[in-house]
Every structure is written in C-alpha cells, then in structure tokens.
C-alpha cells in the first residue's frame, strides 16, 4: 500500500518570502500522479499543482512549483513571493496511474501553513 | 456551472439511524470517489467508482455503503451509525485519462453521531 508523509505539521512564513513544504511517499509503482491541494478556513479542498511521475520537469503554476525527486521519492511544494490569502492547509496526495491500485488515493496529514505580514 | 454538490452539509444523528450523504456532480465525470477528513490524520478514501455500476474499497470502507446508478450520482450509506465515524466528508470526481485525474471536491460535509 502507498503512503504519503508529510513531517511538518506546521509552517510560518513572512509576506512576500518563500517557503517551501515538504512531502514524501513510498510505493512500488512506476506510474503515479502527485498532487497538491490547499485547503483554507473555508475547508475547500482547492488543486494546486500536479505532476505525472513520468515526466521529469518539475510542475510549475505561477508562484507555486514543485520540485519532484522521483528516486528519492520526494514531491516538495515551493511557494514564492508568499501572499496572506495562502494560509491554509496543504495536502500532498498520491494517485496510482494504473494496476490493481488505479483509482486509490492517498493524502498525507497535512500541513498547516501560516503567513505572517 | 460546473461543480460537486453534496447533501447535507451538515447533519446531526444518533448511533444506529441510517442516514445517507448524497454527492452529484454535473461533468459528466466518469471517476467519484468519497473522503473522510479527521484532525492529524488528513483524508482517508473510503470508496471510489470508476464509473456505473463499478465502486471498490479505499483505505477505509468499514461502516459505509456506496452505489453507482447513474453517472452523475455517488450516495454515501451509513446503515448504522457510531460515533466513531462523526468527521468531515468530501466528494469528489474527475475525468480520466492520461493528462486529467484531476479532482474537483464537494464543499463537504460535517456529520456528528451522538
């Protein structure tokens, strides 16, 4: 079975710097999708950013991106010039892209991210 | 517009009342899938459909019963209630295919079992 682990349950950050939020998972598969979501006080579950395990250039969508680390198995999320309306919430999740586990997804604890002005 | 509509978004029981949360989604997706979320422990699947009439176990499925009719529809049953599964749910759906997957999330749905 897959996992998904994220060590930080918390993370502060100032307005306008960087923080990056970290994710590791273990599977056995070759062929997978990575995710994150935000979630904020609202509990909407929001995508963030996406990555196929096949491709080796990091997702990027505007001031997030991703720096995926396939053999170390790692999927960190990196938010630049960090705005108050990105604290919330942020789930990384793993989805298997085919097999007897197509369909399953998994999600991490979560990370609660907080942004100071 | 398109969207995850669940129903209610907040329900209030007692132990053993069977109660059923409703999910439809209005594109045409062919993936739904059904979330419990509970503090330290982020969203755990409970059960997926890839599509009518074909719905299989996520990591945790004891205590809860789901059908697929109709594309649009993915009803989430509980018979019997307990405390234990008071938390917030989520529905979900998404085309397939390669370069989708994507999930679009109901706005959720709060449930207390006394």
């Known amino acids: 079975a897959q996992t998904v682990t994220q060590s930080q349950p918390e993370m502060s950050v100032q307005e306008a710097e960087t923080v990056t939020l970290s994710c590791t998972y273990d599977?056995?598969?070759?062929?997978?999708?990575l995710f994150w979501y935000k979630q904020p006080p609202s509990r909407q579950m929001i995508l963030v950013i996406r990555q196929e395990a096949y491709k080796q250039q990091n997702a990027t969508e505007n001031r997030f991106s991703v720096n995926f680390q396939k053999a170390a198995k790692s999927f960190s999320l990196k938010i630049s010039d960090s705005q108050l309306g990105d604290a919330a919430m942020y789930f990384c999740?793993?989805?298997?892209?085919?097999?007897?586990?197509?369909?399953?997804?998994?999600f991490g604890q979560g990370t609660i991210l907080t942004v100071h002005p | 517009e398109a969207q995850v509509t669940q129903n209610p978004r907040y329900l209030i029981t007692v132990t053993g009342k069977k109660l059923t949360v409703t999910c439809s989604q209005n594109?045409?997706?062919?993936?739904m899938s059904w979330y419990r979320q509970d503090p330290g422990l982020g969203l755990r699947q409970i059960y997926y459909s890839m599509n009518v009439e074909v719905t299989d176990k996520g990591d945790v499925p004891e205590g809860y019963k789901v059908s697929r009719k109709e594309k649009r529809n993915f009803p989430l049953i509980l018979e019997s209630p307990s405390p234990n599964q008071t938390s917030l749910y989520f529905c979900?759906?998404?085309?397939?295919?390669?370069?989708?997957?994507?999930?679009?999330f109901g706005a959720g749905t709060r449930l207390s079992v006394l």
């Open positions: 979900a759906s998404s085309l397939e295919g390669a370069g989708r997957n994507i999930q679009y």
């Open positions: 594109m045409n997706h062919e993936y």
């Open positions: 599977t056995s598969e070759s062929d997978y999708y």
């Open positions: 999740a793993y989805r298997s892209a085919g097999g007897t586990s197509y369909g399953k997804l998994t």
